[in-house]
């Protein structure tokens, strides 16, 4: 079965620009489909109207819509990684040419899209049943920016 539900995000011009950016970050990225505006249309001619891009399995839409939409924090792109150079490479490349850190491994691109670099052992030890420990996960999460797993597992065995 096809996925059945698309993200689908809207850009002023920067949708083509966005999408090969996307697909250059992610191993599994590629450019599904371009569909272009023709004369008349409310961008110049030949400028990106539709990107279908793919990025590790997952299909989005990037739309040229225009300056009446922008991005906010309400929605965010959820990256599980496994090891802490993914996570230093995705937030260096995510945060580059414009892009802003965050708190609690949240950042914004330079289009102003939320992402949230998460390795998988934070939820892991945020759902330990002793709550001194969670609770020291807690605590050295809220003082990153970058989630940093080395940190995390020193504050989880009590060496904060």
Known sequence: ????????LWFDGQA????????SVF????ILNVQRYGEGGPAPAGTAMIVELELNGQRFIALNGGPQH???????FHVSCRE???VDRLWKQLTADGGEPG??????DR?????????VALPEMLGDSDPER???????????????IQGLRDAYDGRD
Do not use: H, N
């Not at 079965?1 to 689908?8: A, F, G, V």
């Not at 083509?16 to 697909?23: L, N």
């Not at 191993?27 to 590629?30: E, L, Q």
């Open 134 to 148: 969670a609770g020291r996960v807690v605590r050295a999460m809220l003082g990153m920016q970058k989630i940093d």
């Open 1 to 8: 079965m096809s996925q059945q539900i698309t993200p689908y």
């Open 16 to 23: 083509e620009e966005a999408a090969t950016y996307y697909v």
């Open 27 to 30: 191993d599994d990225g590629r």
């Open 111 to 119: 289009w102003g899209l939320s992402w949230q670099i998460i390795p």
């Open 84 to 86: 802490q150079s993914e």
């Open 70 to 76: 922008t991005f906010s924090e309400a929605v965010s």
């Open 103 to 108: 708190q609690c491994g949240w950042l914004k």
